[in-house]
């Protein structure tokens, strides 16, 4: 990287200052194949590093851009490590109906065994939702790829806020495939978690906060999408108004039942709505713990 910072994640006062101003025009797209090392240093198995995709063009499961730009050269062992099963999980995922190759290629750079407990690695891969303590999960892949794929649409996705960090996981797939990310999260220690787990990947384009995610972050609003991981019976009316002209909004929405919803702000005071696929998350709480 052509800048080094103290810390990581970059603070949100980073972009908006004391006075509230917004980010300056975002740098390319940034992504999470950046470390030297796995913070996780462990025997079982070694942290995977592929290669680093920018702007990916699209294309079938585990296609690689034309041309890769790695920010940092790795190890070839270490690259191989788990290469194959986040190709194959890629690939399952394309089965199961996600299209859009930036997305595809964004799964299967991102290593998702660095965002669970060792004791769940022979898990890491597989289509299935895994606690992360807290009574929180991490998302099965396909529901992450889906979402992504439906927030993105046909267009670039340059400002993005996410409901719910958990983990980091999703944040770091959604770093691959926009331009600024920002993500919120309400419970302390999964906020902790998350920055512990993404540090050593140094994402440039990324930055948590702790706080109410159904408060939204109006400081930096508007956004091109907002993508929600938890729950709730109906959309919060701020993450609504900080939706920037056209930008799309997906959400679980329901309680016992769940759909994702897609919402499309069409105007200053008008948006549109779409339920589609059934769907099971945590639930969506207000406040901090």
């Known amino acids: ?11 949100l006062s980073s972009v908006t ?34 290669p680093a995709y920018v702007g990916a063009a699209p294309g079938g499961p585990g296609k ?32 199961q109906g996600v299209k859009d190759g930036q997305v595809l290629a964004a799964l299967e750079t991102v290593p998702r065994h660095l965002f669970i407990e060792q004791a769940m690695y022979a898990q890491a891969y597989t289509d299935v939702s895994l606690p992360i303590g807290h009574n929180q ?13 439906l927030l993105k ?4 996705l340059r400002r993005v806020l996410e409901i719910g960090t958990g983990c980091g996981y999703q944040a770091a797939v959604l770093s691959c495939v926009a331009q600024e990310v920002y993500s919120i999260e309400r419970i302390k220690p999964l906020h902790e978690l ?26 930096v609003a508007p956004f091109d999408g907002i993508i929600l991981a938890a729950a709730g019976l109906e959309v919060p009316r ?31 005071s008008e948006w549109t709505s779409e339920t589609l696929e059934s769907c099971h998350f945590v639930p969506l709480r207000p406040g901090t713990v």
């Open 64 to 95: 690689a851009p034309a041309q890769p730009q790695p920010q940092q050269t790795l190890a070839r062992s270490d690259q191989m490590a788990t290469e194959a099963p986040r190709r194959a999980m890629a690939a399952r995922v394309a089965r």
């Open 153 to 156: 649409g046909r267009g670039p």
């Open 17 to 50: 200052g004391p006075a509230g101003r917004k980010p300056a025009a975002p740098a390319p797209v940034a992504t999470p194949q950046t470390a030297t090392q796995n913070a996780r240093s462990n025997s079982q198995p070694p942290a995977p590093r592929g």
């Open 194 to 219: 998350a920055k512990s787990n993404l540090r050593p990947l140094r994402i440039a384009n990324l930055r948590l906060q702790y706080g109410d995610g159904m408060l939204g972050l109006s400081q």
């Open 238 to 268: 701020a993450l609504l108004e900080q939706m920037a002209i056209g930008a799309r909004l997906v959400a679980p929405v329901g309680a016992q039942v769940q759909h994702l919803q897609r919402i499309i702000r069409t105007g200053t």
């Open 137 to 149: 999960t991490i998302s099965q892949p396909y529901i992450v790829g889906r979402m992504i794929e």
């Open 1 to 11: 990287m052509s800048e080094k910072r103290s810390t990581f994640p970059l603070p």
